[in-house]
């Protein structure tokens, strides 16, 4: 399937993007699309000065579709080769240009947060928004733009939770976006296009939990179910300070104890300090002109936020990563 790539005027607003727009970009030296998970959705672009002049229609602020997507263009840069590059952010990027004068979701759900931010910015717009997140949370954004309230540092992702969907004009929050379809990869394969990254710092199979007043277990320590996995227990002191003998509330030291004893399996479990951090990223044009890309190929029918079982022999582990970035090639 071809993909078109159109571009519009600036001023184009929602239900006017069904047709070729001003020009349609038919010669693209390079077009890629990135996305990561609640972070960047950015198109790039490079096209060559053309006699046809339709690279005059490249300008900041017009608006480019391609794979059913909006991008309107930030940066473009002209260079020595007879091209020029372009930038664009996600047409959801426009709402950093509207402003939260003193905006207050109180009690609300992730639906309720989303849509009580969008119908109080500054100037009307074009968004609209929908949330399947149940938690109720309250935070007050006072001269905050819309896209630093939904994903900021204490915007609605960190408080409320969820994954956010990008969908031109429509702005989804939801408790999972992906699935888990099942697709199983085996770490350490040398395979030409799969690029793997395993850190075992910070790795913990044998806590010491520490509760307040220097609170200790009988036992000491808590290990991981995976301790024996690996070469030799590794141990590290968990505190928890909130926990201990409380005479006013009547909390007594088998109370603490205990109290301690279930915090640090919860942290084992939780954390997932006993599992290596690992990253894979698969560049699928190699990978196809491989042997092995028979045993990979189902990779390309998994999506952002999707969830796949990574299989880690020599430590025994099975690991559950989620895909967390894609950039496509749109050519």
């Not at 733009?145 to 204490?154: C, P, Y």
């Not at 995976?226 to 030291?253: A, C, M, Q, R």
């Not at 699928?284 to 890309?293: A, G, M, Q, R, V």
Request: charged share 25%; glycine share 6%.
């Amino acid at each position: 399937m071809v993909n078109i790539i159109s571009i519009y005027d600036s001023k184009t607003i929602k239900g006017n993007f069904a047709n070729n727009g001003l020009i349609v970009l038919s010669d693209c030296i390079s077009c890629n699309i990135t996305e990561e998970l609640n972070g960047m959705y950015e198109l790039d672009i490079e096209y060559p000065l053309d006699t046809y002049g339709k690279w005059e229609y490249l300008l900041e602020h017009n608006i480019i579709k391609v794979d059913g997507q909006l991008f309107r263009i930030y940066r473009k840069i002209k260079t020595l080769k007879g091209t020029v590059k372009i930038n664009a952010r996600h047409i959801f990027y426009d709402n950093m240009d509207n402003l939260l004068e003193d905006v207050r979701p109180m009690e609300l759900s992730g639906a309720g947060a989303l849509d009580w931010i969008l119908t109080r910015t500054q100037y009307k717009h074009q968004f609209t928004s929908t949330s399947d997140v149940q938690t109720v949370a309250t935070r007050y954004f006072i001269r905050k733009n819309v896209v630093e309230a939904i994903m900021g540092s204490d915007g609605v992702i960190n408080t409320w939770g969820g994954e956010l969907v990008r969908d031109n004009f429509k702005i989804e929050l939801l408790g999972a976006r992906g699935l888990d379809r099942g697709v199983l990869v085996a770490y350490g394969k040398n395979i030409q296009g799969i690029e793997e990254t395993l850190d075992i710092d910070g790795l913990c199979t044998r806590a010491m939990p520490k509760g307040n007043n220097e609170l200790l277990l009988p036992e000491k320590y808590i290990d991981s179910k995976y301790i024996n996995n690996y070469p030799h227990p590794i141990i590290k002191i968990v505190e928890f300070s909130d926990i201990g003998v409380d005479d006013e509330t009547g909390i007594t030291l088998e109370m603490a104890e205990t109290q301690l004893r279930e915090a640090c399996n919860q942290y084992l479990l939780t954390s997932k300090c006993d599992i290596p951090q690992f990253n894979y990223k698969i560049d699928f044009l190699e990978l196809s002109k491989t042997e092995e890309y028979k045993n990979y190929a189902v990779l390309e029918r998994v999506y952002l936020g999707d969830t796949v079982t990574i299989k880690h022999s020599k430590l025994n582990i099975n690991l559950k990563a989620k895909v967390i970035k894609i950039t496509k090639n749109i050519l």
